[in-house]
């Protein structure tokens, strides 16, 4: 199992450019999550989605959009840059909570991309 | 809202050396708590968790114990390895069926030095 992977590991982006950032996990996890790590901040939930074709709103989602449209994938978009979204940004996923007690929760962290918006 | 307050770092320590990092945590219900490690250039791994009060979670050496009445979840290790450097990360996650993630504290980076 490769776990949770992220493309593209690294990105330099001009102000006002667009892309997209790819998570895919293959565990089979209802839940996934996007979170930006900044210097002195820890981790900021941005989205999340509980399943294919549902996202929800983070602690800071402004700027951001989310796609849900596999299980296994989840595509986190910056429509129009800005050297404030210079981060890492971390895609996570766990099991549903539902589906497992909570003392298994777990999220699972995939190694990170780093975007530098100029 | 939920928060969690850790040590600010960086700590650094001399190898074998006893560690502490404090983690304190506010919350309206009763967490489930997470410490968290992240290796240079890489993504975060679960260290260790505890999810009611008094459990202790152990991993790899470290421990650390859910203590309600002073709201903590301290992470010790007896005697660190240069291979402990890293930053952890204290968090927590509200009970209930919602997927609505970790919250985080700062991290804390911890220097072993040989």
């Known amino acids: 199992n490769a776990g949770v992977t992220q493309t593209p590991k690294f990105r330099v982006l001009k102000t006002g450019q667009s892309m997209t950032l790819l998570c895919a996990q293959d565990?089979?996890?209802?839940?996934m999550y996007w979170y930006r790590q900044d210097p002195g901040m820890g981790l900021r939930l941005i989205h999340y989605?509980?399943?294919?074709?549902?996202?929800a709103k983070g602690e800071v989602p402004d700027g951001y959009n989310v796609s849900r449209l596999k299980k296994q994938n989840f595509l986190l978009g910056l429509e129009s840059a800005a050297p404030s979204q210079t981060s890492v940004y971390f895609c996570a996923s766990s099991y549903s909570i539902k589906a497992r007690v909570l003392e298994l929760y777990e999220q699972y962290f995939g190694p990170g991309t780093r975007l530098t918006v100029t | 809202g939920d928060s969690v307050t850790q040590m600010e770092g960086p700590v650094t320590l001399s190898e074998e050396a006893f560690l502490t990092i404090n983690c304190t945590y506010t919350?309206?219900?009763?967490?489930?708590l997470f410490w968290y490690v992240q290796y240079p250039g890489e993504g975060l791994q679960l260290l260790l968790k505890?999810?009611?009060?008094?459990d202790k979670g152990s991993n790899k050496g470290f421990e650390a114990t859910y203590r309600k009445e002073t709201t903590s979840f301290h992470l010790e290790k007896g005697s660190v390895q240069v291979s402990d450097s890293a930053v952890y990360f204290c968090?927590?996650?509200?009970?209930?069926?919602?997927?609505?993630?970790?919250?985080f504290g700062k991290g804390t980076h911890l220097i072993i030095q040989p």
């Open positions: 505890a999810t009611k009060a008094d």
């Open positions: 989605s509980v399943g294919e074709g549902t996202t």
């Open positions: 968090a927590l996650r509200m009970g209930g069926g919602g997927a609505d993630g970790l919250t």
């Open positions: 919350a309206t219900g009763y967490p489930s």
């Open positions: 565990m089979n996890h209802e839940y």
